[in-house]
């Protein structure tokens, strides 16, 4: 089969010929039709991280496929089921935190595309309890993007704690950030888009963003202060510090500040003003397997939509390199 093989970082990714795996004891084999590529991919490829990924690895972490085949002992799942292959690939089903549904939050997970091969390869092996159902009547290529951006982006919503009617931003209008903004309209959130390139607060405008902000002409806090009194909660998708910074700056009294994006980088948090002001700083990740359901479900039901453009492997370089110049609107998806 053909997938893209991180060797080293930073180098290019090889696209090559590689052995269809088999598929083990509770796992199966799916055969691709469409993967999301996302930042975090690209983190992946570069060894951004504290917690390196194994190499070679091939990554994908937002891929869409039909069972091929099943390993011992599947009973969940039948042939020509359609699945996605998402970043928590596997948990230990056993520890506090798997116990009590949150199994983001597992010492001993596997994230696919990082520690696990992952979905930008023509197949892909991954345990079938883990894996998610795609609804019906979703097309591949738009739904792939749900199963990272738009999971990771309707988990951080709602541990946000924002309620209708509340002021929410979003800043970094990228993959992740033009679906946080549909599903925080489809919760009832006014919202405020902040990126640094016009042509995104443009989407973000078309999208139903009730404010949009350009971090690079005015001082987005300063503005969400002056037009709403501070947001409610600010969610930060964005790659840089500078984003996260202004995050903290936007939120009104009593207001949560959400850290999705992952740039290896710290900010201030200022003590005092924390305390008083009652803010809260909360870190995000992906969604678990319910998180998972709900937000496919906002997609079938077409209160949320990606907005994508399609790629072959072949062409998996070009796409890193877009991204990195934030020159995607949208997602990038793999088509197979
Ligand atoms: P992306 O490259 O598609 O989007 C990033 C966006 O941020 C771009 O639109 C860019 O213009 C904008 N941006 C850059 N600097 C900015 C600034 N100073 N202010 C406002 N906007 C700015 O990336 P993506 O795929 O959306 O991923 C974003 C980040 O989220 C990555 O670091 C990724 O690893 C991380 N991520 C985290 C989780 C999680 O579970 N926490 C899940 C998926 C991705
Ligand atoms: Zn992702
Ligand atoms: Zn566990």
Not at 94 to 113: I, M
Request: charged fraction near 25%; glycine fraction near 12%.
């Amino acid at each position: 089969m053909k997938a893209a093989v991180v060797n080293q970082f930073k180098e290019k990714l090889e696209v090559k010929e590689v052995e269809i795996p088999t598929p083990g004891n509770g796992e199966i084999l799916i055969k691709m039709e469409a993967c999301g590529v996302c930042h975090t991919d690209l983190h992946a490829a570069h060894g951004d991280w504290p917690v390196k990924p194994k190499l070679p690895v091939i990554p994908g972490h937002e891929g869409v496929g039909i069972v091929e085949k099943l390993g011992d002992n599947v009973t969940s799942l039948k042939i020509g089921d359609r699945v996605g292959v998402p970043w928590l690939f596997k948990a230990c089903g056993e520890c506090e935190y798997c116990l009590s549904g949150q199994e983001t939050l597992c010492l001993d997970q596997l994230n696919g595309g990082y520690s696990a091969d992952g979905a930008f390869a023509e197949y892909c092996v991954a345990p079938a309890d883990y894996v998610a159902r795609i609804p019906d009547g979703v097309d591949s290529v738009e739904i792939a993007p749900i199963l990272c951006a738009g999971v990771t982006t309707y988990k951080a919503l709602k541990v946000s704690g924002a309620k209708a009617g509340d002021w929410v931003a979003i800043y970094g209008i990228g993959g992740l950030g033009h679906i946080a903004l549909q599903y925080a309209k489809a919760m009832g959130f006014n919202a405020i888009a902040v990126d640094i390139q016009d042509d995104k607060l443009e989407l973000a405008k078309e999208l139903g963003a009730d404010i949009t902000i350009n971090g690079r002409k005015v001082d987005p806090a300063e503005e969400i202060n002056n037009k709403v009194g501070g947001a409610q909660a600010a969610i930060s998708v964005a790659v840089t510090k500078s984003a996260f910074e202004q995050a903290y700056h936007s939120v009104k009294r009593g207001g949560s500040v959400v850290l999705v994006g992952l740039p290896n980088d710290e900010i201030p948090v200022p003590i005092f003003d924390t305390v008083l002001n009652g803010v809260s700083v909360k870190g995000s990740i992906v969604g678990t397997r319910k998180d998972m359901q709900e937000a496919l479900q906002f997609a079938a039901d077409g209160k949320v939509r990606a907005i994508v453009s399609t790629a072959k492997i072949d062409d998996i370089n070009d796409v890193f390199d877009k991204m990195e110049k934030g020159k995607i609107n949208g997602r990038v998806v793999l088509e197979f």
